[in-house]
């Protein structure tokens, strides 16, 4: 179970501001990827799955706007910050009304940008885990919808699980109103 997320891609039209994200973030251990422009990005993304983008308000051609669009509509799970000026606050306030996690208003300090992205693997951390507790309830409540905590159901369920593809029949015994 993957809880950490390791691969970031940086998309902006400034190569500097990848290779510091580079610099700053793989001395912590993380992989980072760049793209210049939405359609790179957009490959990238595809191609490389990254866990978390930084994703650079005014990029040529497709802007971030236009590119966080595109990346909800894909059902990507990535979470986005999006990479703003001081005068593009009001943009990435919009972006966030998308979907988009938070913003970092550039030029930023490598302090808020570890602390932004901290929070937001305690948020992807948070999401796998819900996703396997949601997946490990389903697969114990797929006998029929039985659901129960108590170690005695649980030695029934998996009794149940592993004689359920034969033809053996079976009897349940226990008090009234237990819920045989």
Known sequence: MKIAP???LVVDDQPEVGWLFGKVLGEDGYQVLTAETGEEALATIKK??????FLDVQLPGQDGIAL???IQKSRSRQLVIMLTGHGQVETAVEAMKLGAYDY???PFRVE???MTLQRM???VGLVVENEFLRERFLAETE????IGTHQKIQDVLRMVARLKD???PVLITGESGTGK
């Open 6 to 8: 390791n691969k970031i």
């Open 48 to 53: 490389e799955q990254p866990d978390l983008i």
């Open 68 to 70: 966080l669009r595109s």
């Open 104 to 106: 970092i208003t550039k």
């Open 112 to 114: 808020e940008l570890k």
């Open 121 to 123: 693997a305690e948020k």
């Open 143 to 146: 006998a029929h919808g039985i």
């Open 166 to 168: 034969t033809r053996t």
